[in-house]
């Protein structure tokens, strides 16, 4: 079995120490300054650029192992867009999110015709590896023009009050996108949210449907993912 030091090779800190800074910045609504100053209280001194370093560096290996763990996706995908502005250009991120609001995948694209739905769909189908038994969006056209093409036979419901669960699913973003004062550029945008969905997500329980019982067994599981995931993750 490969030891900690190795697959974290070249790193002054443990992995302790990397995979905790990296949990409290996709976790939590905090600054790379936040975090320093955090683990300065706790009496570990690491810098800000440190950690950024470490967020993306790391971020999109322990959501992609997130990803092989994470439950199988429903048959029913609620798929739905939201605009992004950008140094002053106007993008759209798409979202699919399954029945159970576990997030399918995101493409950020600065167009919404039949083109870009053609390779949300694509992204779609390689992220989850099937089709659908049925999707359901708003009222755009393009949803129903590339489905057409990709998903022949597969059912489409478009109304937007029964898209509610892919809009709500938005809400963290936003969030996160007013504490950050906007995301610079598609490109850094993307890379973000691809580790922010499934790092975040993680950890969204959903505390005010559980008992303080079954809440405090997830959490658990929860973070007992988390820090395997960690282990799992090996530098080349």
Known sequence: MVSSAERYHRHRFPIEVVEHCIWLYFRFCLSYRNVE???????????????????????????????????RIGSKWHLGEVFLKMNGVQHYLWRAVDQNGVTIDILIQPKRDRWAALRFF???????????????????????????????????????????????????TRTREKQMKRFKNPEQAQRFLSSFESINALFRLRRHLLSAACYRRR??????????????????
Not at 122 to 151: C, E, F, H, W
Not at 224 to 230: D, G, K, M
């Open 37 to 71: 100053e955090i683990m300065a209280v706790r009496g570990v001194r690491v810098t800000y650029e440190t950690v950024r370093e470490w967020c993306q560096k790391f971020g999109a290996l322990y959501a992609a192992q997130l990803r092989k763990r994470r439950s």
């Open 122 to 172: 694509r992204k779609l189908l390689r992220a989850s590896g099937g089709a659908p038994r049925v999707i359901i969006t708003d009222k755009l056209r393009s949803y129903a023009a590339a489905k057409r093409q990709i998903l022949p036979e597969v059912e489409h419901r478009q109304s937007r009050y029964l898209n509610n669960r892919c809009e709500n699913s938005h809400q963290p």
């Open 219 to 236: 959490l658990t599981h929860a973070l007992q993912l988390w820090r395997a995931t960690a282990l799992a993750v090996a530098l080349p």
